[in-house]
């Protein structure tokens, strides 16, 4: 098996909630989530230029920002019809150290057998908003031990992932690396 890397990554640290799902729900997830996506081209935004291009990246987190609000309100419309007496987070919680276009890594307190087919939420970045919804299959999975209790180290391999998603990861991923060099050299400099 080759186990070269491909894809640019960054270490980006954020919180992730993620759930494991089966098959069957994730056939119904996605369904589901191609019936409300919405597109948007970002392409040739300057993120300092144009009032315009301003004014379409607020836009775009307004909507991704309702999205977010309208799955919330799908779970607790789930949560509630289940007749369920009370109130549960069927999801699972970890916290990203890298990413790239392609896959990720978590770190978490739930051993996640390989092969394993998860739905996971994240926001990569709150400004500019870059929320992300997307379906991976875990890959490798480790213990390991923080602060003397015992962890995972989580790989996982993005199965469907929106192209605009992509786009996004990517960006803030290059935004990280530029973010780097800079502080790099600043230190050189001194």
Do not use: H, W
């Not at 089966?22 to 056939?27: A, G, H, I, M």
């Not at 300057?46 to 779970?75: H, P, R, Y």
């Amino acid at each position: 098996m080759n186990n070269k890397r491909t894809e640019v990554r960054a270490s980006i640290e954020f919180d992730i909630k993620f759930k494991v799902i089966s098959d069957d729900e994730y056939k119904r997830l996605r369904e589901r989530q191609k019936r409300r996506s919405v597109s948007f081209s970002t392409q040739g935004i300057n993120l300092f230029g144009s009032e315009e291009a301003i004014d379409t990246i607020v836009l775009q987190s307004i909507i991704e920002l309702l999205i977010n609000m309208d799955n919330k309100l799908d779970s607790i419309y789930e949560i509630l019809s289940s007749g369920k007496k009370e109130l549960t987070d069927n999801y699972l919680r970890g916290t990203g150290v890298d990413i790239s276009g392609s896959g990720l890594r978590m770190v978490t307190e739930q051993n996640l057998p390989t092969d394993t087919l998860i739905y996971a939420n994240f926001i990569l970045s709150r400004f500019p908003f870059v929320y992300i919804e997307l379906f991976g299959r875990v890959v490798r999975c480790r213990p390991i031990t923080i602060d003397k209790k015992q962890a995972y180290s989580v790989a996982i391999n993005f199965v469907d992932i929106f192209p605009e998603d992509r786009e996004k990861i990517i960006e803030c991923v290059f935004q990280k690396q530029r973010q780097t060099l800079r502080e790099k050299r600043a230190k050189e400099i001194q």
